[in-house]
Nanobody, 120 residues
């Protein structure tokens, strides 16, 4: 089992910055990837960024150049630095950890979510 706890959300004006943190505990050695997803009201949950155990990073096109994902293995923590925030970045942000169960399937762990609101 893996537990994920997010922090760092809040209200920020457009153009501002926030840093989200996600601390993982439990069987973290089992995770192949960690990352961040977000879900805006009335929309589906979408990938924001993730990083695999080899350090390969993937970003959604909408956040490239503005958001940076990083991790501190010693602290079992993943960060999401969000700069140049836009109102359309408003969403609940979820930390995700996953491990591969087959060539095409994953098992996912989720944090409780943290609200990010960007005012115009």
């Amino acid at each position: 089992q893996v537990r994920l706890v997010e922090s760092g959300g809040g209200l920020v004006p457009a153009g501002g910055s926030l840093r989200l943190s996600c601390v993982a505990s439990g069987s973290t050695f089992s995770l192949d990837k960690m990352g961040w997803y977000r879900q805006a009201q009335g929309k589906q949950r979408e990938l924001v960024a993730d990083i695999n155990s080899g350090g390969t990073i993937n970003y959604a096109d909408s956040v490239k150049g503005r958001f940076t994902i990083s991790r501190d293995n010693a602290k079992n923590t993943v960060y999401l630095q969000m700069n140049s925030l836009k109102p359309e970045d408003t969403a609940v942000y979820y930390c995700n950890g996953k491990y591969r169960t087959s060539s095409v399937t994953w098992y996912n762990y989720w944090g409780q979510g943290t609200q990010v609101t960007v005012s115009s």
